[in-house]
C-alpha cells in the first residue's frame, strides 16, 4: 500500500506518552495517617502503597471507611465524657 493508511510503523507522534516528572511527596495529614493505619490493620497497606487508595475495591475502601468512622466517633465521644 503506499497510501500509508494500513502502515503502523511510523506510529502516530501526537499520541506517545511522555514521562511524567517525580511527585514530590507531601507530608501526610492526620487523617491519611489513620486511614493508613487502619488500612496496616486489615492487611491493605502494601496494596495502597503500591497501587494508591484506586487499587482497593469498594467493599475493601468501605471496611477502611467504617472502621475509621468508628474510631473518630468513639474518640469523640470520649472526649465529651
Do not use: H
Not at 8 to 30: D, R, V
Not at 48 to 63: M, P, T
Request: proline content about 5%.
Amino acid at each position: 500500500m503506499a497510501s500509508g493508511k494500513g502502515d503502523k510503523s511510523k506510529g502516530n507522534p501526537g499520541n506517545e506518552k511522555k514521562a511524567k516528572p517525580a511527585k514530590k511527596k507531601k507530608p501526610l495529614t492526620p487523617q491519611e495517617k489513620a486511614k493508613l493505619k487502619v488500612a496496616r490493620e486489615l492487611g491493605f497497606y502494601e496494596q495502597v502503597r503500591e497501587g494508591g487508595w484506586g487499587s482497593l475495591s469498594a467493599k475493601e475502601c468501605g471496611q477502611v471507611g467504617g472502621i475509621l468512622s468508628k474510631k473518630i466517633r468513639e474518640k469523640e465521644s470520649r472526649r465529651r465524657a
